[in-house]
Structures are given as C-alpha cells and as structure tokens.
C-alpha cells in the first residue's frame, strides 16, 4: 500500500508541472490507468485535453504514440496492414495503435469506419490483420481527447465505441488563479510538458493494476451497483442504460478508489463518486429528456437518489 501510494504521489506531482489545479481530474486519469481502462477526455478547444493526456503519457517509462485523427485517416493506418517482402512472404506493418500509451487525439474527427478500428484494440489488447492477431505490451492504455459532438467537422462516436470507454472526464477552464498560474508557466517561452519525464516503469503500473483486483467488495456492494445499472435501464429518461461492461467497469472503478484512499475495501461512496465519470457517457437520452433539457448526469443524479444505500459491508 505504501509503495503504491509512494507511485501514485509521484505520477500527480509530475503531471502537476504541466497541468494546474486540475487534481480531481489527474486522480480519474490514475483510476482508469490503475483499472487498466481507456480515457475519453472531452471539452471544449484549448482547456489542455492534450497536455494533460501527454503529461500522462510521458510520465510512464512506456512506450508512447500520437494519432492526430483527421477525416482521411484510414483504419489500416491504426491497426496496420500487410505487404511483401522482397522474399515474397507477406509481412506485418505495425500501425500506430503498437504501442503501450496511445494519444488519440481529436477522434471524433475522423470517419466512424476509423473510429471502429479502434474496438478490437480498446477491449480485447490485440490487433488482427488479414486474420492474423498481433498482441500488444502492457500496460496499454487509450487516451482519447474529442471536441463537443456539435463542433463543425465531429462525427459522434458510435454507441459501442463509447461503451468501451472506462471513462468520460471533462477539465474546464480554470479558476482565475490557475490561468495566471499558467500564464507564468509560459510566459518564459518554454513548455512545461517538455520538462516531465517518466517516474513509473511499466512494471510498476502492472503491479499497481494486480494490487487494485485484490481490493475487497462486498456483495452488498455488488448488489448496489448491478441495481444502480438496472434503474438505468428501466427509466423512461434513457433510451439506452449502462451495460454489463459498465457495471464490472465501475466496479472495479471503486477498488481503485478505495486502493487511492488508503483502503482494502470498498464502501458504497467509492460507487456514488465514480458513478458520473464512469456510467453517464453510455447514456443514450430519450427524446422526452432531451426536449426538457435533461443531462446524463442528472439523470443519474437522480436514479442514486432512489436507489438504496448499503449500511451492511461484510
């Protein structure tokens, strides 16, 4: 426990020098990296998606690619393609998915054929290619960054491309205080990203992902989450609730964060505090709760409040 919380205050004090005030958001960046889950990172233009997916990135001796996606990104430029050699045997090219942390940035800007190059990869850890299945290294892990779906140029991802998202975070803008602490950070020319270097081996962060399994959840607290999940699917708000991958999804969502808090165990606020970040993405709304201006997020607010809380852990 020691050493992972030793790693773990090391992973946010080096994310700190590039990104400021955002210490909610970097802890949900280390809970879905402990649960060996992919990001969705989505807000706004120029409030740091990508600096904070690479501060990540950078501190984790991994090995490490960005896809800038455009529309005429082709999924063989993902997963890869194969050619002949000079021998005539037909070789593996590697695409950029090859890799341990991978920068999918923008990717609501490329096509929904590209997007679905992606599904393989995110759930199963491998690629296939020309019925062919190439694994990848761990830890692997997806750090998508997308603009709001109403931007001009989006394509909104898929329903199945968002269910395998562990989570969804937003940043925000920052406070005034944060901002003119950013703006001293720059204001000197250079990048405060080009100073992080790794402080984790990718043995460490497997080690970390092993030691979240072995976190302790009730079956009160199983029960509570399949039954958070099941509300979701009966309300008349959703056209579309959390599936079964969300529910072992946050699950393990509330090991991690128990692990974060110093605990063994899981209580049920570990569940009502990863619930919004890990659930409300897969959302689908009705067009009655569109129309009354309705969020995921209050949505969910709402089926929390009816659902029973546990008292009894063991």
Known sequence: MTNLSTMVSALKQNIARAVVGKNDVVELMLTALLCEGHVLIEDVPGVGK??????????????????????D???????????PSLSGEMQYKPGAIMSQIVLADEINRTSPKTQSALLEVMEEHQVTVDGVTYPLARPFMVLA????????????????????????????????????AILDRYCSGNSPIQSIGAVCTAEDV?????????????KEVRAYIASICAATRQTPALNLGASTRAAIALIRAAQANALLCGR??????????????????????SAEARMRGLSSEQVLSEILSTVRIPVRLK
């Open 264 to 285: 063994d165990y899981v209580i049920p606020e570990d569940v009502q505090h990863l619930a919004p970040s890990v659930l409300c993405h897969r959302f689908v709304l």
């Open 206 to 218: 497997i080690a970390m992902q092993q030691q979240v399994k072995t976190v302790y959840c009730a």
């Open 73 to 83: 990104v082709t999924p063989s430029d993902i997963t890869g393609f194969t050619m």
């Open 145 to 180: 960054t997308q603009n709001p779906v109403d931007f001009v140029g989006t394509y909104p991802l898929p329903e199945a491309q968002m269910d395998r998202f562990f989570m969804r975070i937003s940043i925000g803008y920052p406070s005034l205080q944060d901002e003119m």
């Open 50 to 71: 990508t600096t904070l997916a690479s501060a990540l990135a950078r501190s984790l001796s991994c090995s490490f690619k960005r896809i800038q996606f455009t529309p």
